[in-house]
């Protein structure tokens, strides 16, 4: 077992996310390399968008995809977060694009020798893009029954045949980590992960595939190759032979944080366009901000977004703090935070109108393409109803963690306060199942404890105890709902249990912003700027997310009940929460407070790049 880490300190309030967004400048101005305007050329010509990422890679975000151990600047999975964030809420296929090197790498972080990683971290901190070569054009998402192969050789390098599809970069990427089959059986253990260095090879053995088509995210290199009597060279085998499929396994609750932050990044750009133009825009003789429906639908929205940077956050932190129970987070995390962006989206979309579908004629068409780009997200790294299987197949432990009041409050306090001090990212002690359960959940009574007190002398104290309440009965009605399941070895999962892995998921989130306010530490500053800036009143934001979640989380009432699984109806409450937020606006700017919406610094300092100091 690997010793302790040693504590880091707390990351300051300016940190790299908000160093990267000053020296990205503003995505308004049509001369930076990095523009909005740029972002929709290239869009609808379909070209890789070369220049963004050529100064992302000039700012050296690529160090934060090489640990620290190794020579990069990764000591803390919340951080990079933030940092795909930032990108992600200027254009979604460039943070697709760019972060991709990092989830080519993480296996080899996970798994590799001392000599691949110092390798392949001098590689990254070159610039070089790396691809992670899983998909197969027959198989889809089912890796146990890819068929590339991998023959060894007597030098102890392998023979490669097969094609590889659907890769992000695969045609750009002169390395790659890919799965091949080194067994002669159809079983995972006869799966191994390769590092494929094209460059190494006869000309003809590694062809590239052409790009494919997509519906969204048209510049990125989604492509493939093919291997006729490639060679992998000795040291290439990544991890023992037999265990590639299980070092893919641990490293994706990993892969599935970063995909939370392309969400957010996305619902940052879609409520901000949206938010604009209902200010701005008049109808009937009124903005439409202050017609009944669009001012609903936007305090949803920002309700949901809410909702979604609790999950990241609290999956940010625990990747240092509590990595034995991420299975269960990043499967969560994965199919609720793109859901509710979708959701989110569509409610922006509403606002917008017919605006949300022109290319050209509203804000260089930022909005259709956003959501367009987003769509692949939900199924990246594992689609929503993979990582819902992933959950059901997890219901046993949650059940007993559950009835055994399970929680490791040490480990669950540092994750949800922002200023405690956390060991560093250890990629090599991930797990493939939380042993523990999901302490976020299993610990929501002590948090409701929490908030009762915090809450006692507060305008909206007895309100939220009300709602908090609720959560927690509905909480205890589930796991008995799960807990009926029975086991579910060796069984096909009933489409019921689906049902319950969604509730799931919104329990999760709403525990999760229980505890950030609890904790009292739900306004404190992280790594991407002030947090509260796009979403109001801390009070307000938790009473929307309970107000949102509750109907999601209680079992759904049948005909003739007469339940309501929000104490009292929702109100106004959405309406309420975007008045905050449309103050928390006003005042931002009128201040010009970094990190005010969007979030990625306006001003334009001539900054030096990260790597040069």
């Not at 990427?173 to 002669?184: I, K, M, N, Y």
């Not at 796991?479 to 919104?506: C, Q, S």
């Not at 009128?590 to 900054?607: I, K, N, W, Y």
Request: charged letters at 25%; hydrophobic letters at 40%; aromatic letters at 4%.
């Amino acid at each position: 077992m690997n010793a302790p880490a040693t504590p880091l300190p707390p990351a300051p309030a300016d940190g790299p996310a908000a160093s990267l967004g000053e020296w990205l400048g503003d995505p308004r101005d049509p001369s930076r390399p990095f523009s909005y305007a740029a972002s929709a050329r290239w869009d609808r010509a379909e070209e890789f968008p070369a220049a963004a990422v050529r100064t992302l890679d000039e700012w050296g975000l690529g160090r934060h995809y090489v640990p620290a151990a190794h020579g990069g600047s990764l000591s803390r999975l919340d951080v990079l977060l933030d940092l795909v964030r930032v990108v992600a809420r200027r254009d979604l296929t460039v943070a697709v694009a760019h972060t991709k090197t990092f989830l080519g790498s993480v296996c080899v972080w996970a798994a590799g020798t001392p000599e691949q990683t110092r390798a392949l971290a001098g590689h990254v901190l070159a610039g070089a893009p790396v691809a992670w070569g899983l998909t197969e054009r027959p198989h889809g998402s089912d890796l146990t029954a890819d068929e590339f192969s991998a023959v060894r050789t007597g030098d102890g390098g392998y023979t490669l045949d097969g094609e590889k599809w659907l890769i992000n970069n695969g045609t750009r990427s002169d390395l790659v980590c890919l799965l091949a089959r080194t067994g002669e059986g159809r079983g995972p253990r006869d799966l191994s992960l390769l590092l494929l260095d094209k460059r190494r090879n006869e000309p003809g053995a590694v062809r590239s595939t052409p790009k494919i088509p997509t519906h969204g995210i048209r510049g990125a290199d989604i492509s493939g190759f093919t291997c006729r009597r490639a060679r992998a060279l000795p040291g290439a085998l990544v991890g023992a032979e037999g265990t590639g499929l299980e070092t893919v396994l641990r490293v994706l609750p990993v892969t599935r944080a970063v995909c939370t932050a392309l969400s957010l990044g996305a619902a940052d750009h879609a409520l901000d366009l949206a938010t604009e133009f209902a200010e701005e825009r008049e109808l009937y003789g009124r903005r439409v901000v202050e017609l009944g429906r669009p001012a609903r639908l936007l305090g949803q929205a920002y309700a949901l977004a809410y909702a979604g940077e609790a999950v990241s956050r609290v999956l940010g932190r625990a990747a240092q703090c509590l990595p034995r129970e991420l299975p269960v987070m990043s499967a969560v995390a994965k199919a609720v935070v793109p859901s509710a962006v979708d959701e989110l989206i569509g409610h922006c979309a509403e606002v917008l109108g017919a605006r949300s579908f022109l290319d050209g004629a509203y804000a260089d068409g930022r909005f259709q393409k956003l959501e367009r780009d987003h769509r692949i997200v939900g199924i990246f790294d594992g689609s929503t109803v993979v990582n819902r299987h992933a959950l059901i197949r997890q219901f046993p432990t949650l059940v007993r963690a559950h009835g055994n009041g399970t929680v490791d409050a040490p480990a669950l306090a540092a994750i949800t306060d922002p200023s405690a001090p956390m060991p560093d990212l250890d990629l090599t002690r991930l797990g493939l199942v939380s042993s523990g359960g999901c302490g976020i959940v299993q610990g929501l009574g002590a948090a409701v404890a929490r908030l009762r007190e915090r809450a006692a002398d507060r305008p909206a104290g007895l309100r939220l105890t009300e709602l908090a309440r609720s959560l927690l009965s509905a909480r205890d009605a589930l796991h008995e709902e799960m807990a009926a399941l029975g086991g579910l070895a060796g069984k096909d999962v009933p489409p019921h249990a689906f049902d319950l892995a969604r509730r799931y998921e919104w329990c999760f989130t709403a525990a999760a912003a229980v505890h950030l306010w609890s904790a009292g530490r739900d306004d404190s500053p992280g790594e991407a700027g002030p947090r509260p800036a796009p979403y109001g009143d801390e009070d307000l934001r938790l009473e929307a997310v309970l107000t949102l979640a509750l109907p999601r989380v209680h079992r759904p009432v049948l005909p003739g009940e007469a339940s309501d699984p929000v104490p009292g109806g929702a109100g106004d409450v959405f309406e309420r929460l975007l008045t905050s937020v449309r103050r928390v606006r006003a005042g931002t700017r009128e201040a010009g407070v970094p990190g005010s919406v969007p979030r990625d610094g306006t001003a334009q300092p001539e900054l030096t790049p990260e790597r040069t100091t």
